[in-house]
């Protein structure tokens, strides 16, 4: 989608530290990360947000989480959180989905 800065990193016309990509997904680290380990994970077909998740395109997010699971494993992370912001009321800056993965120090809950 024009504008979208994330579909600008999957076409590399905005260059992004990848860490995993095939032909669904692409993984890259967070300009700005909030963690010692904080990696976005994509699909690469533009979806504004998880609230347009839904029966017919579930099974990417399925993909996301457990993308997400292997590249925890990967980087040998006892544990970590994994956020999907949705809209900017939640924190969403990006309209284009993503799930934050968040590890390497210990978090608290609720979140602010
Ligand atoms: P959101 O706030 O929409 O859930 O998350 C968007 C994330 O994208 C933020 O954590 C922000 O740091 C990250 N981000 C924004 N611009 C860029 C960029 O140009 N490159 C990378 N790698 N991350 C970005
Ligand atoms: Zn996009």
Redesign the pocket.
Known sequence: MENC?FCK?VSKD?P?EIVFENDELLA?????PAAPVHI?IIPKVHINSPIEINSSNSAVAGRIIALAADIAKEKGLEGYRLVF?CNEIA????FHL?A?LLGGRSMSWPPG
């Not at 924190?91 to 990006?94: A, E, K, L, M």
């Open positions: 800065l990193i905005i992004s890259f680290k967070d300009i700005s976005l912001n924190g969403q800056t990006v993503h934050h």
